[in-house]
């Protein structure tokens, strides 16, 4: 029998990079996948042809009613719900505070931070109705260090952080497990955008040396750790903020 058998899983942002590793690797555990965010031609294509279970609908995640509409979609097909991951997200770098429009500092904040809040706030209930379950948010190593110029980016991700351990505590009593996942450098259209952006990795306050694992993660090895802490293997982590990093924040200098 596969690990997550019959789990019913929302994973956001979906169609491409972290979020498409791990609704691949859960469809290939066994899960059954439902898949929002953007980018829907990649998403349908993505999904097209893995069997019975697996859906794209493509949901912009700073629309409420998109979301409950999504959600709706969701219960019709599955008629239950076992876990969340929240995916979805923007980098923007390159900008002090002062040199933000209103606009900029809000999309972030909207798309990273508070998508979590609109989704959570239509699933949580249904992870109660199925007796417990669990959420797992990707937030970044900007949550606890950062590089200069990201503003926006380094508190939307520390947001995520506080967001899950509230979670974790006010949804313990529902059998919800809720934790978040510092991510480092991996090889997604996000960091490959970025190391554009800034001119190369040295621009962005990257350097891969031998104090730590030096190389840019595949996506796959954020899905796996991401898998672990949504199954019943971590049925005794809640609160936390787990490094997948490579040992980046392991280094002071
Ligand atoms: N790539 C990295 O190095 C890295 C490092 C730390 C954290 N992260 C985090 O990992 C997560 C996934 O990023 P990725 O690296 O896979 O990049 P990505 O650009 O491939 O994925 C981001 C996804 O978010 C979706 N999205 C963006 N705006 C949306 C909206 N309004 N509504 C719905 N979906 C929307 C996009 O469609 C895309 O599928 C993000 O939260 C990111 O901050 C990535």
């Given at each position: 029998m596969?690990?997550l058998?019959?789990?019913?899983?929302?994973?956001?942002?979906?169609?491409?990079?972290?979020?498409?590793a791990?609704?691949e690797y859960?469809?290939?555990e066994?899960?059954?996948?439902?898949?929002?965010?953007l980018?829907?031609d990649?998403g349908?294509?993505?999904?097209?042809?893995k069997g019975?279970?697996?859906?794209?609908r493509e949901?912009d995640?700073?629309?409420?009613?998109?979301?409950?509409?999504a959600v709706t979609?969701l219960?019709?097909?599955?008629?239950?719900l076992?876990?969340?991951i929240?995916?979805?997200?923007i980098?923007?770098?390159?900008?002090?505070?002062?040199?933000?429009?209103?606009?900029?500092?809000?999309?972030t904040?909207?798309?990273n931070?508070?998508a979590?809040f609109k989704?959570?706030?239509e699933t949580l209930p249904?992870?109660r109705?199925?007796?417990g379950?669990?959420?797992?948010?990707?937030?970044s190593?900007?949550?606890?260090?950062?590089?200069?110029?990201?503003?926006?980016?380094?508190?939307?991700?520390a947001?995520?952080v506080?967001?899950?351990?509230?979670?974790a505590?006010d949804y313990?009593?529902?059998?919800i497990?809720?934790?978040?996942?510092?991510?480092g450098s991996?090889a997604t259209?996000?960091t490959l955008d970025?190391?554009?952006a800034?001119?190369g990795?040295e621009?962005l306050?990257l350097?891969?040396?031998?104090?730590r694992?030096a190389r840019?993660?595949?996506?796959?090895?954020?899905a796996?750790?991401?898998g672990?802490?949504m199954?019943?293997?971590a049925s005794?982590?809640?609160?936390?903020?787990m490094q997948?990093?490579?040992?980046?924040l392991?280094?002071l200098?």
């Open positions: 596969s690990r058998a019959g789990k019913a899983v929302l994973v956001t942002g979906a169609a491409t990079g972290i979020g498409r791990t609704a859960l469809h290939a066994g899960a059954r996948v439902f898949g929002i965010g980018d829907g990649e349908r294509a993505v999904y097209a042809g019975p279970g697996p859906v794209f949901t995640l700073t629309d409420s009613d998109a979301v409950k509409s979609d219960m019709e097909r599955f008629n239950r076992d876990a969340v929240n995916c979805a997200g980098y923007a770098t390159g900008k002090r505070l002062e040199q933000l429009t209103d606009a900029e500092w809000e999309r904040i909207a798309i931070l508070t979590i989704v959570c706030r249904l992870l109705a199925a007796g379950g669990s959420v797992v948010n990707i937030a190593v900007h949550a606890d260090a950062t590089v200069p110029g990201v503003p926006a980016y380094a508190a939307s991700k947001g995520v506080g967001l899950s351990r509230q979670m505590l313990a009593v529902d059998h497990r809720v934790n978040a996942v510092l991510v991996v259209r996000m970025g190391l554009e800034a001119g990795a621009a306050g350097s891969f040396d031998s104090n694992i840019i993660a595949d996506p796959r090895e954020i796996t750790a991401i672990f802490l199954s019943d293997e005794f982590v809640t609160g936390s903020a997948v990093d490579g040992g980046m392991a280094r200098l």
